[in-house]
Structure formats: C-alpha cells, structure tokens
C-alpha cells in the first residue's frame, strides 16, 4: 500500500499560507488515519489537474493507478477545462470547491461544494495580532512582486504580509490570527480571502500586480453562490464588499455535506 499527502512547497523552508494548510488541518482538524490506504490525498488548493495526477501516479509506481489514486477533498481546477478520461479514472472527488469546477469535471450536482479553509473556525479560534488588530492588511500572491507604499494610499493602518511562511503549523495560525484581528484584507494571494470570510473579516478581491488564475478566485465564490469583481485599491473593495455582502452567502452555507465526504475523521471541536 502507498499512501500519502500533498501540499505545494513542502519540501521548502518557506511555504505558501494557503498550501501550507494542510499541516493545520492534518494537527488540528483530523485525527486518526487517513480512511483511505493508497494514493496522494490533496485538502487544499488548485490542484485538481492532468499534471497533479499524473505526477500522483507516478509517484505511486503505476502505469494507471485506477480510481481513488489521487484524492481530493474541496480542492479546485486552475481553468475549465475538462480532464481526459485517463485522468478521470485516476481521481475521486471527495466534493469540490466551486460550481465552475464542478461543471468543468462534470461532477453530480448534488457534489458537495465548499473550499476546505471555510471550515478552519470549527477547530481553531484565532488569537490577537498586534500587529494587524484594526488595521487594513493586504496579503500579495506569494509571487507578488514588493508591494510599493504608493498602492497603501494615505491609510497609515495598512499592514503588508506575504505568504510566504514556515512550513509549520505556528505559522499558519499566526498568518490566521493576522487575518481574524484585521478589520479589512484586501488579497492578492486567495486564502487570504477564504480565511477572512471563514472568520467574518470584510474583505476584496485585490488584482494587484500578480493575478493568479482568476478562474479560480470565482470557483471560489461559486461555491457559496457570490460573485466578486475584482478591485484596484481599498476604496474599490470595500464599496464590492458592501455591495456584494459574501457574509450574507457564508451564513447560508451548509458545511455538513463538505465535512460528511473528508478522507479523515474529525476531532472532537473542543
């Protein structure tokens, strides 16, 4: 049997935040083994692709490792391309992470949909952060290029994070905790937009100057049944966040589906 589990940057000092999740979820959300005994299993990301699964199979040591070889549970595609019946055969879908990636992968409509990070507030609550609490905090994509202070206006209560962090389960809860203590995100990089709307931060779609895969900002949002432009500066966002309300989506949103499929059983929420 192989068994084992995914998440970008692993093998790295610094990791993504959004990535890097999965270590938060494998200490603080899961107990007890995986329910499944072989394949990659994959918590978060953009990672339902012909290239993920075809490095999940050879990774496993098979020409075609047949159904449930690489598992995924509320993740997303990068586009709206479907997969190639091969690719089809080598994956299951343990729910998805929007609407669009649900129809991309011609998936049952009753799939359940939801990005996993939306569950975070069952099983961590975050602590204060002194250095976000009530203050702006943009979050740039890991690949940003240095945010220069000009896009920050005269606001001196923005605060600048990267996601670039340890790959350590500290650091994602103190990338949480900025997050939770803010009292406006703007995102580049898009779990910081997920996390702010799992914790009932206000929060915009920031394009910046590195944009990565809009579809899957949108996939995102499908999921709750919201849809959110991007926006250019704080002004912008906050008058799309006001309009648009994606609060509003996430407390009509049942997380029992999405939970009822995940590859581990739950901890007891304490």
Request: aromatic share 12%; glycine share 8%.
């Amino acid at each position: 049997m192989s068994f084992s589990v995914f998440h970008w940057r692993s093998k790295e000092a610094l990791g993504n935040f959004g990535d890097a999740l999965t270590l938060l979820y494998l200490s603080r959300m899961f107990e007890g083994p995986c329910l499944f005994r072989t394949g990659t299993v994959h918590l978060v990301g953009s990672v339902v692709s012909e290239r993920q699964i075809s490095a999940t199979s050879r990774r496993d040591g098979q020409v075609d490792g047949g159904p449930g070889r690489a598992i995924f549970w509320g993740c997303g595609k990068r586009d709206a391309r479907p997969l190639s019946p091969l690719a089809e055969r080598r994956a299951i879908f343990l729910g998805i992470r929007g609407e669009h990636s649900r129809i991309a992968l011609g998936l049952p409509r009753n799939t359940p949909l939801g990005d996993t990070a939306l569950l975070l507030p069952k099983f961590y609550t975050p602590g204060t952060h002194a250095r976000t609490l009530g203050k702006v905090l943009w979050v740039p994509h890991v690949h940003h290029p240095k945010v220069k202070p000009d896009i920050l206006g005269t606001d001196m209560d923005s605060v600048v994070m990267r996601p670039a962090i340890p790959n350590t389960v500290a650091a994602c809860e103190e990338f949480i905790d900025a997050i939770a203590s803010a009292r406006f995100v703007m995102a580049n990089a898009m779990h910081a937009a997920v996390v702010a709307l799992a914790y009932g931060v206000p929060f915009a779609f920031w394009d910046g100057k590195y944009l990565d895969v809009p579809f899957k900002w949108q996939d995102f949002a499908s999921g709750l049944g919201f849809t959110l432009p991007f926006a250019p500066s704080l002004a912008e966002g906050m008058r799309l966040y006001e309009q648009v309300r994606p609060d509003r989506f996430m407390s009509a949103w049942d997380p029992a589906p999405l939970m009822e499929v995940a590859p581990y059983n739950f901890r007891t929420p304490s």
